[in-house]
C-alpha cells in the first residue's frame, strides 16, 4: 500500500497533534482527579452516603457533559484548528478492482449473533446499535444492547495495516447493498477510490502521533423492516445528519438481509473518524487538530442511541406505521429480561449444570487428545529409531558406493590411457603405411615409364629394321615375331583398360603387363603378388572378366614349367637392347 503522506510532512503533524492533545489533557485529568480524591475522602472517612450521593451526581453530571461537549465541539474545533492540510498525489491514490475480493470478507468480524437476531414482534422495539473502536494497538466494542448501562467488550483481533480503507471496501460490495436506492453515503469523496484513501490517510496521521491510537469506528445500526426502501434512505439520512454538522468524515452503506438469513435483517454500517475535516476537493482534505472523544463515552453512546430511535420513529410515523423503537433498554423499561439473559435461580442452576458437563465433556476430549499425542510420540519415537537405523545403513552404503566409484575411476584413467597409447601407435601405423603407399605409387610411376620408354625403343627399332633388309635367315624370324608381338599389344590393349581405370599400384603394374603382353611368368610372379592383397583382388574383380579371367590363368601358370617364350627375344640380342 503506498504512503498518503509526504515523509516530510510526518514530523509538523506530529508537533501539531500533540500539542492540542497536550493542552486539552491537562485540564481534563486535574478535574477528573479532584472529583476521584473527593469521593475517596468521603469512603474513608465511613461517610458512604455522602460518597454514593456524589458518585451519583457525577453519573447524572455525565450526560450533561456530553452535551456541552456536543455544544462546544465547533468552539473547540475552530480553537486547536490547523490548517493540516492533506492532498494524495495521483501516483498515490489506491487502484483495485470494483469488486471486493472474498478473502476480505473474513478479516472483519462484528461478534456473535448478529445484527438484530433478538428482534421481537412487539409494538415497541428497542435500538440496536454496535460501536466498535479500532485503534493501533487494539478495539473497543459497546454492546448494542445495554441493561442499566453500555457494556464494553474487547477485541483480540489485531490491527493489520490498511485495515480502516479494507474496511470501507467491504461494506461498499455491491452484493451486500439494498437495490433500488442511494445505498452509500459519505462526505469524505465521490468514489470508491476517494474514500477508501481518505481513511488510509487517516491511518497514517493517526500513527506518527502515540503508538495506540484510535483510528476509526465501525457502527452497525438495525433499521426497521417495516419500511420502504425508500423510507429507510431518508432514516440514514437523518442518522448521519449530525456526523455533517460536526465535520467528522465517515462512509454509511445501507445493507439488505442475506439471501439465506433473516430477511427482516436490514441494517446501516457507518465507518467514521472522529477527528474533524473539510474536503477542499478530489483527494484534498484539511484535518482538525483536536478529535470529538465525547462521542467515544457511555453518555455519548446514550445521545447517538437516542438520536438513532427519534429518526427511526419519525420514518415509522411518515408511513403510518404503529411499531415505535426506543433507546430504553428492557430493565429500563420494566421488562424482563430477553434474548439469552438469565432468568431465575432455576436457570441459573440449570446452566451451571449445563457448564459442568461441558466442561467434563471438554476435560474426556482433552484427555483423548492427550492420549492420541502420547501414542503418536510412541510411534514417532519408533519412528525416529527406525530412521537412524536406516540412516547408519545409508552411510554405509554410501561409504561402500563411494569407493566403487572411486575403484571404477580409476579403471576408467587406466582403460583412457591404455586407448590413448593405442591411439598414438595406430596413428604412427597409419603415417607409415602412407609413407609406404606414397614411395610405392612413385616406384609405381617410374615403372610404367620405364615400360613406356622400353616400348618407344622397341617400336623404333622395329622400324629400323623394316628399312634395312636382313642380312641372314634369323634376322628375318626375329622381325616376323616383333611385328606379332606388335600385333598382340595393339589387341591387348583394346581388351584390357587403362591402367590408370585401377587406383592400387600392383594392379595398375598387372594391366600394364596384360596390355604390353608380358611374359607369363613374369604375370604368373605379378598375379602371385596381387593374390596376397585382399584389396587387389576385390579392386581386380570390378575392371571386367577380361582381367579377372586373365589374373586365373596368370596363378595357373605358376603350376606349370616356364619355357622360352618365342614371341620375346632374348634379353643379349640386339633387338631387346
Not at 501539531?16 to 486535574?30: E, F, H, I, P, Q
Not at 474513608?44 to 462546544?72: I, M, N, Q, Y
Not at 478529535?291 to 427511526?312: F, N
Request: with cysteine; glycine share 6%; proline share 5%.
Amino acid at each position: 500500500m503506498p504512503a498518503m503522506i509526504k515523509p516530510e510532512d510526518e514530523i509538523a503533524i506530529i508537533a501539531t497533534l500533540a500539542a492540542g492533545r497536550s493542552a486539552r489533557k491537562l485540564g481534563g485529568r486535574d478535574a477528573k482527579s479532584e472529583i476521584e480524591r473527593r469521593i475517596a475522602a468521603y469512603w474513608k472517612r465511613g461517610e458512604v452516603e455522602v460518597a454514593r450521593a456524589l458518585e451519583a451526581h457525577e453519573d447524572r453530571r455525565s450526560l450533561a457533559f456530553a452535551r456541552r461537549r456536543a455544544r462546544a465541539a465547533k468552539i473547540e474545533a475552530e480553537r486547536f484548528w490547523a490548517p493540516m492540510r492533506v492532498r494524495i498525489d495521483p501516483e498515490n491514490r489506491p487502484k483495485f478492482r470494483k469488486t471486493c475480493p472474498n478473502n476480505l470478507f473474513s478479516r472483519v468480524e462484528y461478534g456473535t449473533g448478529g445484527v438484530g437476531t433478538a428482534r421481537h414482534e412487539s409494538i415497541v422495539r428497542e435500538v440496536f446499535l454496535q460501536w466498535t473502536g479500532r485503534g493501533l494497538k487494539s478495539g473497543r466494542t459497546w454492546a448494542g444492547k445495554r441493561s442499566s448501562g453500555s457494556t464494553r467488550s474487547s477485541r483480540n483481533r489485531p490491527w493489520k495495516r490498511g485495515e480502516a480503507g479494507r474496511t470501507v471496501r467491504y461494506i461498499e460490495r455491491e452484493a451486500a447493498l439494498e437495490a433500488g436506492i442511494e445505498a452509500i453515503l459519505s462526505n469524505v469523496g465521490e468514489t470508491i477510490e476517494e474514500r477508501v484513501a481518505y481513511f488510509r490517510m487517516i491511518e497514517e496521521v493517526e500513527a506518527p502521533a502515540r503508538a495506540d491510537a484510535s483510528v476509526y469506528h465501525h457502527a452497525i445500526i438495525a433499521l426497521p423492516y417495516e419500511t420502504v426502501p425508500s423510507s429507510r434512505e431518508a432514516i440514514v439520512r437523518g442518522i448521519v445528519e449530525p456526523l455533517d454538522k460536526l465535520g467528522l468524515g465517515y462512509v454509511a452503506a445501507i445493507h439488505a438481509p442475506d439471501a439465506d438469513g433473516d430477511q427482516r435483517n436490514h441494517h446501516l454500517h457507518i465507518i467514521l473518524s472522529l477527528r474533524p475535516m473539510k474536503r477542499l476537493g478530489d483527494y484534498d482534505w484539511e484535518l482538525a487538530q483536536s478529535k470529538h472523544p465525547w462521542l467515544d463515552t457511555p453518555a455519548g453512546l446514550i445521545l447517538m442511541r437516542r438520536h438513532i430511535a427519534h429518526e427511526i420513529n419519525l420514518g415509522l410515523a411518515s408511513e403510518g406505521s404503529a411499531v415505535r423503537w426506543t433507546a430504553l433498554s428492557r430493565a429500563e423499561r420494566g421488562l424482563e429480561p430477553g434474548g439469552n439473559t438469565k432468568r431465575g435461580p432455576g436457570d441459573r442452576h440449570e446452566k451451571a449444570a449445563q457448564a459442568a458437563e461441558r466442561k467434563l465433556a471438554a476435560a474426556r476430549r482433552r484427555a483423548d487428545t492427550i492420549e492420541r499425542i502420547a501414542g503418536a510420540v510412541e510411534t514417532l519415537a519408533e519412528v525416529i529409531a527406525s530412521v537412524s537405523d536406516h540412516k547408519q545403513r545409508l552411510r554405509a552404503l554410501t561409504g561402500q558406493a563411494a569407493q566403487r566409484i572411486r575403484d571404477l575411476h580409476d579403471r576408467l584413467l587406466a582403460i583412457a590411457s591404455e586407448a590413448e597409447r593405442r591411439r598414438r601407435k595406430v596413428e604412427q601405423m597409419r603415417q607409415a603405411a602412407l609413407a609406404r603407399l606414397k614411395a610405392m605409387q612413385s616406384s609405381s610411376f617410374e615403372l610404367v615409364e620405364r615400360t613406356v620408354a622400353l616400348r618407344t625403343r622397341v617400336e623404333a627399332n622395329m622400324e629400323t629394321a623394316a628399312r634395312q633388309p636382313a642380312p641372314i635367315q634369323p634376322a628375318k624370324q626375329r622381325v616376323s615375331a616383333l611385328e606379332r608381338l606388335q600385333q598382340l599389344r595393339e589387341a591387348a590393349r583394346a581388351i584390357y583398360p587403362p591402367t590408370n581405370a585401377a587406383r592400387h599400384p600392383d594392379v595398375r603394374l598387372f594391366l600394364a603387363d596384360l596390355r604390353n603382353v608380358a611374359p607369363p611368368a613374369s604375370l604368373a610372379d605379378r598375379a602371385m603378388r596381387l593374390s596376397k592383397q585382399p584389396g587387389a583382388v576385390a579392386e581386380i574383380e570390378t575392371l571386367g572378366p577380361r582381367v579377372a579371367e586373365a589374373y586365373a590363368d596368370a596363378l595357373r601358370q605358376m603350376s606349370k614349367p616356364v619355357g622360352p617364350d618365342p614371341l620375346h627375344p632374348a634379353r643379349g640380342s640386339d633387338l631387346g637392347r
